[in-house]
């Protein structure tokens, strides 16, 4: 099949913007906030406890053994494992994810099964999971914690418009 028109692409006017907030909170985008932040605090580097950190590699590889390791299809791992480093967030990545984070609490305080919901399947979303992982972890039906998550996230929603919170 032959393209007869030149194809027409411009990055400005026709690339798909995911992260384009709308122009009001609403729910589906403060659930997003909310996964965003559990994300960010997942990156963020935690102190360890005095005397348990490592300052040396887990183990000293000899010649023999990464010749050994390569020969058993190992050795990339090896070195991926070795070769890894942590993607540190930004700062208004942190500051976005010290607001969002506290939402829950805030709006959603005595009305305990729905806390838990957005939590869940906010800290589920951030792990790239959904609903039915959180069902299997934690009991229940998938379609119930995403609806209890949906309805959370709109109570906050309805409480960030009447805080005139800026959406973000």
Avoid at 3 to 9: C, W
Avoid at 44 to 50: D, E, K, L, W, Y
Avoid at 67 to 89: D, S
Wanted: hydrophobic residues 45%.
């Amino acid at each position: 099949m032959l393209r007869r028109d030149p194809l027409k692409f411009n990055p400005l006017e026709d690339a798909v913007m995911d992260d384009i907030p709308p122009s009001v909170w609403d729910g589906p985008h403060v659930g997003k906030r909310l996964a965003e932040a559990m994300r960010t605090l997942r990156m963020i580097p935690m102190p360890a406890v005095a005397g348990y950190g490592a300052a040396w590699p887990a183990y000293s590889y000899e010649f023999e053994d990464l010749l050994a390791q390569h020969e058993q299809g190992e050795l990339e791992k090896t070195q991926r494992m070795q070769n890894r480093t942590r993607v540190l967030p930004s700062y208004s990545d942190v500051t976005r994810m010290e607001a969002a984070i506290v939402w829950p609490a805030r709006y959603l305080r005595g009305v305990d099964h729905l806390l838990l919901a957005v939590n869940a399947v906010a800290l589920a979303h951030s792990l790239e999971r959904d609903a039915g992982w959180v069902a299997v972890k934690r009991g229940g039906y998938a379609d119930t914690w995403r609806a209890n998550h949906d309805r959370g996230c709109d109570v906050i929603a309805g409480g960030l418009r009447a805080e005139l919170v800026p959406v973000f």
